[in-house]
T-cell receptor, first 109, second 114 residues
Framework: RKEVEQDPGPFNVPEGATVAFNCTYS??????FFWYRQDCRKEPKLLMS???SGNEDGRFTAQLNRASQYISLLIRDSKLSDSATYLC??????????FGKGTMLLVSP | DAGVTQSPTHLIKTRGQQVTLRCSPK?????VSWYQQALGQGPQFIFQ???????QRGNFPDRFSGHQFPNYSSELNVNALLLGDSALYLC?????????????FGSGTRLTVV
């Protein structure tokens, strides 16, 4: 079983739609969790951290459920520029990042 | 302030050859981690260097080795290249007392093995 699992998609949504991504992790010792965004053939960039209390950054909301070992990302009012691959990431060990395979989002006009 | 710099950006090698990839960390960062990202996959942790020592290693064979220099820059060496080593190699730097906000990724080296 992969340490971090995500639905690879692609998710095809129209502009303005709300889309949700889910992720599960298997290592209960993981300390912190994040969502990264990766554009085609570019490096991953931090989108936001994920907290148990839930956190919001503009149109993006992330949530962590430690009991279920489940992480989510909600994107509201999707923009064309949101088209990218979204990577679910767990931080563990000596500050090493474990990435999921990523979920591809395609936002169309 | 320069971020993480990797070189070269692209590289084509023949099966069986050896390759060296280079990484200069962000100013103020002393820890360097290397990741391999195959097409359609998420990045996979190769190893991490701190104080010129390998601090942690992922599930990669000994053909993958590295080095960190006193100025914190790092090299990744891969021997006896296989076709399956074709990937984007990412370097990430951070301060030792890491929070995720300390992680900065370079733009990567795209290695093609033919």
């Amino acid at each position: 079983r992969k340490e971090v699992e995500q639905d690879p998609g692609p998710f095809n949504v129209p502009e303005g739609a709300t889309v949700a991504f889910n992720c599960t992790y298997s290592n209960s010792a993981s300390q912190s969790f994040f969502w990264y965004r990766q554009d085609c053939r570019k490096e991953p960039k931090l989108l936001m951290s994920v907290y148990s209390s839930g956190n919001e950054d503009g149109r993006f909301t992330a949530q962590l459920n430690r009991a279920s070992q489940y992480i989510s990302l909600l994107i509201r009012d999707s923009k064309l520029s949101d088209s990218a691959t979204y990577l679910c990431v767990a931080l563990s060990g000596y500050s090493t990042l474990t990435f999921g395979k990523g979920t591809m989002l395609l936002v169309s006009p | 302030d320069a971020g993480v710099t990797q070189s070269p950006t692209h590289l084509i090698k023949t099966r069986g050859q050896q390759v060296t990839l280079r990484c200069s960390p962000k100013s103020g960062h002393d820890t360097v981690s290397w990741y391999q990202q195959a097409l359609g996959q998420g990045p996979q942790f190769i190893f991490q260097y701190y104080e010129e020592e390998e601090r942690q290693r992922g599930n990669f064979p000994d053909r993958f080795s590295g080095h960190q220099f006193p100025n914190y820059s790092s090299e990744l060496n891969v021997n006896a290249l296989l076709l399956g080593d074709s990937a984007l190699y990412l370097c990430a730097s951070s301060p030792l007392s890491v929070t995720n906000y300390g992680y900065t990724f370079g733009s990567g080296t795209r290695l093609t093995v033919v």
